[in-house]
């Protein structure tokens, strides 16, 4: 493999125009601009004229009300709905139409600004592919409109006849968590006695989550702003889009701090980095063995809090002694004088330093090592000692309400049975969706509902999903879209857009803890859809469960936030309160989320599920042939995946950009007589397409990188029916042993050109 060390970043090529910054001498010289942002974004600035939103100075300006004299403008806090960050905003209403959002000043999410993503998906309330009305699978496969009485009835009976058939344990609900969904889909639930409730975990963050539990008990977030030194393994912040995060590491570039991105794509934050390693695909752990084998061999790890705080370290010292820098590059391409020269710029900085714990990236679920890749970086980080340290890895507070009168709000009976799966991933921090398509394919599961999930399009190979799901007895998919896991629905149930319902509170964990609030921003536009919260309340009634539903969103919002001493109509006028009384204070040692409150470098759990008890090299399991490319994924700043997709304002910057391209590498490209915008033809075992390609001196050779969000299959979609290809077609089923990820990055394909 050529090796690629860039240390300069821009450039004028057609992609890096996106790093261009525009510099004034009242800033800094390193700071991000409003220019650069939406440049970065893509050409986000195409939003401005977007139907229904004014341009971006527009929003800019602090009260709209001040500058309307012919109209009566309203305004209510929300939190966007672009992603799952939920970003909290005030929202600008004139006669029913949304003008303008700003982000509020008080949310550690926004800190006073949306993202170009964030402003674009608020068209999906005034989108014509909306959902409008229930819709029934009828004889013939074709769906047709039915009433809501009908939907729930005819719904409710084909649960009660599952559960008597087959218990409770037969039904299961998949979800993407949002704040009234996340209670009332559970409950429902947990009323009818089942434990089967599955989160995108599996598709995200479920490796990871689950490797740091074994170590460390729990997640934490990086001081980016105020490090010396951080480290991205596969991470984007300027892809992601959280403006906080995007501020963060603007401040830390500002500051000089080394910013090292560990990825085979230079991905859009290069525009803060000092350093860009390319690095081959699924080898990140062998990476952090080698770089934690340099910080035992050369004595540079922090022993007092070793010796004070850390289980199992001399078990752990023996069994990466193989481990060191020159191992490491032949595995993952990373020459071993940089190995070594990252080990000491980590341990110069430290405390002030971290790996940052990404999300999805390289080892959120991509490969079958990515629960062990996890477990290591916690452990690198460990050495060092920078918990809870002045900008190092924060285990931030957090506040969560309180109990609730039992006359009023009377909690379901617990239900004694594991989620179905969870038994077989003893190591999973909780349950992987992907065992619900297992359990159909089996007959176990007979009937699921989806909520906010596209999980046929984006969990795993949609192929596959779809003939598991097919065998159900009963599927129902609640959202606002018709979508790929739609479409092998039995009913489809409108829910209204986050726009247009009110939403429970939001308890945010933070340096100062807050809890934000999703208000109704606008009128219901389609009066045959229904919020969430009204949904399961009708289908808890049809159930027979009904009890446990015998209130409002509102009372129950209101009682919620009683419990933090704080009311409803209080929250409603400010939108996010904080709490200042909880929050993070640098330098205390934090008692560690495990079952002795210590540090783990080796794990008996690890043991038991046929892993080593110390986290030591453990390869990907796929293999390509001479000829073939690992296929990676990831995203870009105007889309969430495939949620944001059928928003012609956002589509259209794809279209206008060519954003559904494929990267592929100079070398590699060269090899195969591809030049640049050439058509290509990708293909393995499980797929097969043509789509336009870019080739990038930006890409490590070995692999062929693609957005994750295209290759919608929904005609009903209209704006991103059959634009790009979708990732997902290309990757076999799989489950990551012990862990429960989906190993979205455990395949190869042929890329060859067409004609």
């Known amino acids: 493999m050529r090796r690629m060390n860039v240390r300069v970043l821009w450039r004028s090529d057609e992609d890096d125009e996106i790093f261009t910054i525009e510099r004034k001498t009242a800033m800094s010289e390193k700071a991000l601009t409003r220019r650069s942002f939406l440049a970065g974004s893509a050409g986000a600035v195409a939003l401005a004229g977007a139907a229904g939103f004014m341009g971006f100075g527009a929003w800019e300006q602090a009260h709209a009300d001040s500058r309307s004299t012919a109209k009566t403008v309203t305004t209510a806090h929300s939190l966007c709905g672009g992603c799952s960050?939920?970003?909290?905003?005030?929202?600008?209403?004139?006669?029913?139409?949304?003008?303008?959002?700003?982000?509020?000043?008080?949310?550690?999410?926004s800190r006073g600004k949306l993202c170009a993503r964030g402003y674009g998906y608020a068209n999906i309330a005034y989108s014509e592919d909306r959902l409008t009305d229930p819709l029934k699978r009828n004889a013939q496969g074709k769906f047709?409109?039915?009433?809501?009485?009908?939907?729930?009835?005819?719904?409710?009976?084909?649960?009660?006849?599952?559960?008597s058939s087959s218990g409770a344990k037969a039904l299961a609900l998949v979800h993407d968590p949002r704040p009234s969904g996340k209670y009332y889909g559970p409950r429902f639930m947990q009323a009818l006695g089942s434990a089967n409730v599955y989160t995108h975990g599996a598709a995200c963050y479920l490796s990871r989550t689950s490797g740091f539990k074994q170590v460390v008990g729990g997640g934490w977030t990086s001081d980016v702003a105020h490090s010396k030194m951080t480290m991205f393994i596969g991470r984007s912040y300027a892809d992601g889009v959280r403006p906080s995060q995007v501020a963060d590491i603007e401040a830390a570039h500002a500051n000089g701090a080394d910013l090292v991105i560990v990825d085979p794509r230079l991905n859009s934050t290069a525009l803060f980095a000092t350093e860009w390693v390319p690095i081959k695909p699924g080898t990140d752990l062998a990476l952090v063995l080698g770089m934690s084998n340099e910080l035992v061999r050369n004595g540079r790890y922090d022993a007092d809090f070793v010796a004070a705080n850390v289980e199992g370290f001399e078990d752990w010292k023996k069994a990466i002694a193989p481990y060191t820098a020159e191992w490491a590059e032949d595995v993952c391409g990373v020459p071993a004088d940089k190995i070594a020269s990252l080990a000491?710029?980590?341990?110069?900085?430290?405390?002030?330093?971290?790996?940052?714990?990404?999300?999805?990236?390289?080892?959120?679920?991509?490969?079958a090592n990515s629960g062990e890749t996890a477990r290591a970086i916690a452990v690198f980080n460990s050495l060092l000692g920078v918990w809870?340290?002045?900008?190092?890895?924060?285990?931030?507070?957090?506040?969560?309400?309180?109990?609730?009168?039992?006359?009023?709000?009377?909690?379901?009976?617990?239900?004694?049975?594991?989620?179905?799966?969870?038994?077989?991933?003893?190591?999973?921090?909780?349950s992987s969706a992907l065992s619900v398509a297992e359990g159909a394919r089996t007959g176990d599961i007979k009937g699921v509902f989806f909520y906010n999930s596209n999980m046929v399009a984006g969990y795993q190979n949609p192929t596959y999903l779809g003939e598991c799901f097919d065998k159900l007895d009963l599927c129902v998919v609640i959202d606002v879209l018709m979508s790929e896991t739609a479409q092998h629905a039995d009913y489809v149930l409108p829910e209204c857009s986050y726009l247009e319902r009110f939403?429970?509170?939001?308890?945010?964990?933070?340096?100062?803890?807050?809890?934000?609030?999703?208000?109704?921003?606008?009128?219901?536009?389609?009066?045959?859809?229904?919020?969430?919260?009204?949904?399961?309340?009708?289908?808890?009634?049809?159930c027979g469960v009904g009890k446990y539903f015998d209130f409002t969103v509102e009372e129950l919002a209101d009682a919620q936030l009683r419990?933090?001493?704080?009311?409803?109509?209080?929250?409603?006028?400010?939108g996010t309160q904080s709490f200042p009384e909880k929050a993070f204070v640098y330098g205390t040692t934090p008692k560690f989320g495990t079952s002795d409150g210590k540090v783990h470098f080796?794990?008996?759990?690890?043991?038991?599920?046929?892993?080593?008890?110390?986290?030591?090299?453990?390869?990907?399991?796929?293999?390509?042939?001479?000829?073939?490319?690992?296929?990676?994924?990831?995203?870009?700043?105007?889309?969430?995946?495939?949620?944001?997709?059928?928003?012609?304002?956002?589509?259209?910057?794809?279209?206008?950009?060519?954003?559904?391209?494929?990267?592929?590498?100079?070398?590699?490209?060269?090899?195969?007589?591809?030049?640049?915008?050439?058509?290509?033809?990708?293909?393995?075992?499980?797929?097969?397409?043509?789509?336009?390609?870019?080739?990038?001196e930006r890409l490590a050779p070995g692999c062929v990188w693609m957005p994750s969000h295209y290759g919608c299959a929904v005609p009903e979609?209209?704006?991103?029916?059959?634009?790009?290809?979708?990732?997902?077609?290309?990757?076999?089923?799989?489950?990551?042993p012990g862990y429960g990820g989906a190993c979205t990055q455990e395949a190869f394909v042929k890329v060859e050109k067409v004609g």
């Not at 980590?346 to 490969?367: K, L, T, V």
């Not at 957090?398 to 190591?427: H, I, W």
């Not at 979609?717 to 990551?736: H, T």
């Open 503 to 542: 939403e429970l509170p939001e308890f945010v964990s933070a340096s100062t803890p807050v809890v934000s609030l999703r208000d109704q921003v606008l009128d219901v536009i389609h009066p045959n859809t229904k919020p969430v919260d009204e949904i399961f309340t009708l289908l808890a009634n049809a």
């Open 717 to 736: 979609q209209k704006n991103a029916y059959k634009v790009g290809l979708r990732q997902m077609d290309f990757v076999p089923f799989r489950i990551e």
């Open 344 to 367: 000491a710029r980590m341990a110069a900085a430290a405390p002030a330093c971290s790996i940052e714990p990404s999300w999805r990236a390289a080892f959120g679920c991509q490969y």
């Open 388 to 430: 809870n340290q002045e900008g190092g890895a924060l285990f931030l507070p957090s506040v969560k309400a309180g109990a609730l009168d039992q006359g009023k709000f009377p909690n379901p009976p617990a239900v004694s049975e594991k989620a179905y799966g969870l038994s077989d991933l003893p190591l999973a921090s909780e």
């Open 144 to 163: 047709e409109k039915i009433d809501w009485d009908t939907a729930i009835s005819e719904i409710s009976d084909k649960v009660k006849s599952i559960i």
């Open 602 to 696: 080796t794990s008996d759990a690890c043991a038991k599920a046929g892993y080593p008890a110390a986290p030591i090299w453990t390869a990907p399991v796929a293999d390509g042939g001479s000829d073939e490319l690992r296929l990676i994924g990831g995203k870009q700043a105007i889309h969430c995946h495939n949620q944001s997709v059928d928003v012609a304002a956002l589509m259209n910057i794809t279209k206008d950009y060519g954003l559904e391209r494929v990267w592929l590498s100079s070398e590699d490209a060269a090899a195969r007589g591809i030049s640049d915008g050439d058509t290509v033809h990708i293909s393995n075992a499980q797929s097969d397409g043509t789509v336009k390609v870019h080739v990038t």
């Open 563 to 574: 419990t933090v001493g704080l009311t409803l109509d209080g929250l409603r006028a400010s």
């Open 85 to 109: 960050s939920k970003c909290g905003y005030t929202a600008y209403v004139s006669d029913g139409k949304l003008i303008k959002q700003l982000g509020d000043e008080g949310h550690p999410y």
